[in-house]
């Protein structure tokens, strides 16, 4: 299940990203409260959560060309130094008491921008710190992390804001990003050989688009991510909605909740990293999607604290699933050359389509209230998973020969495959 820790870079990467990612949640957590504290307004929260991540839409492809033609390495670096800086921007503002809501606007947008750079960068560097047996396990422990800090960092800033207030958690997030910066620094990596610019910047992304375009499976996979993302991913803007007016538990109970998603996040993703191939991972994706849906469905209804609580472990558990899941298909199935750029569609659509989903769902809270505006987005995640296993029998023959290119399957004969598939 930690094959992937026996590379030293990855094991640098793994440590110093953890400590940083809970201080990331902290300040998601954080800055979700300080919206609602300031405005009370579901709509506000919305908008932050837009202006957070559509940058991320708009600058992906952008992300994904940098990651193709520059070193990686470097890219991330210059990111999480951004990111710190944002962080300890917001810290200043909320502890002196002059913070605004365009303020916290304004930094989300910022921040959003330098994840467009991020995102595609750091998926794409794994493959430079593991070797290509270990890339998938080396994805759904980086998914594992990621969640298990999911876990964590919210359940600190529910205490630390009831307790000494939101700046305390942003001031903390600034002050994490200094051990994966550390990490970065103290990897050895082969020098870097620079990719000849060949095109222009705009046909290099164009290509990427093509790609995936006349990719069936992955074209597949990119599109069941977008409907998820669009649809049902925007819950998490109005969980402090839940936590206060519907459960009545305030920020504590904002940190147990959202730290209730990320125990099912984390299991999903240990799931994924138990597993030692891809075959069935197609399965895996739209049952996860599904699964997703329905729990968040039954979630929108429930008046419960507790019963609310554990009805999120299965939510974190059915989108980490799918979204790590649909990750390793990807990154396994694009050639190396494509890698920055097949990412940044996975981000566009993962995190860049939540943001017109999150201005949506504080749009509709408003009008027809947060519960039913939840149980909406769960509908709309189960239809897109079951448009997208009435698809798959289709797309199992090509996503084995993209994998069999990529040396990570055996060669069957055509029958075999249509038989018994890999997806």
């Known amino acids: 299940m930690v094959r992937s820790l026996r590379h030293r870079?990855?094991?640098?990467?793994?440590?110093?990203?953890?400590?940083?990612?809970i201080g990331t949640w902290m300040q998601t957590i954080a800055q979700a409260w300080l919206v609602y504290r300031i405005t009370g307004s579901s709509l506000l929260l919305g908008v932050v959560g837009f202006a957070g991540q559509i940058p991320i839409f708009i600058l992906s492809p952008l992300g994904g060309l940098a990651a193709d033609r520059w070193n990686r390495q470097k890219i991330v670096i210059g990111t999480q130094v951004?990111?710190?800086?944002?962080?300890?921007?917001?810290?200043?503002?909320?502890?002196?008491?002059?913070?605004?809501t365009w303020e916290i606007i304004t930094l989300a947008a910022l921040l959003g921008a330098v994840n467009a750079?991020?995102?595609?960068?750091?998926?794409?560097f794994l493959i430079e710190m593991v070797s290509r047996d270990d890339l998938m396990n080396a994805i759904a422990l980086n998914s594992s992390m990621f969640n298990g800090a999911r876990v964590i960092g919210p359940a600190i800033a529910g205490i630390l804001v009831s307790r000494i207030g939101e700046g305390w958690c942003f001031f903390a997030n600034g002050a994490s990003y200094i051990a994966v910066i550390a990490g970065l620094l103290m990897m050895k990596l082969p020098p870097y050989r620079p990719v000849p610019a060949g095109t222009s910047p705009f046909e290099h992304i164009a290509e990427g688009f093509r790609y995936i375009q006349r990719t069936a499976p992955i074209l597949a996979l990119i599109t069941l991510i977008g409907i998820v993302s669009l649809v049902a991913v925007p819950y998490s803007v109005l969980m402090p909605i839940f936590a206060d007016q519907i459960l009545h538990r305030g920020a504590h109970g904002l940190g147990i909740l959202m730290g209730s998603a990320g125990v099912g996040a984390l299991l999903g993703a240990l799931t994924l990293a138990s597993r030692r191939g891809v075959k069935g991972l197609g399965t895996v994706v739209g049952f996860a999607a599904m699964a997703f849906g329905v729990s968040l469905i039954l979630f929108a209804f429930s008046k419960i604290f507790w019963l609310s609580v554990v009805l999120l472990v299965p939510v974190g558990y059915g989108v980490m699933l799918q979204m790590s899941s649909s990750n390793t298909l990807i990154q396994a199935m694009v050639p190396d050359e494509l890698r920055g750029r097949a990412m940044a569609m996975y981000t566009m659509m993962f995190m860049g389509m939540a943001p017109i989903g999150s201005l949506l769902s504080g749009l509709f809270a408003d009008w027809i209230g947060a519960p039913l505006t939840v149980a909406i987005g769960g509908v709309g995640a189960v239809a897109g998973a079951i448009y997208f296993l009435r698809r798959l029998p289709s797309l199992?023959?090509?996503?084995?020969?993209?994998?069999?290119?990529?040396?990570l399957v055996a060669a069957e004969a055509p029958e075999e495959v249509a038989a018994r598939g890999v997806s």
Do not use: C, W, Y
């Open 9 to 21: 870079n990855f094991r640098l990467f793994f440590s110093g990203q953890l400590i940083s990612l």
């Open 82 to 100: 951004a990111s710190m800086l944002l962080a300890f921007v917001l810290a200043a503002l909320t502890l002196l008491h002059i913070v605004k």
């Open 117 to 124: 750079f991020d995102i595609p960068g750091r998926q794409s």
């Open 396 to 407: 199992r023959f090509e996503a084995h020969q993209l994998l069999d290119a990529q040396g």
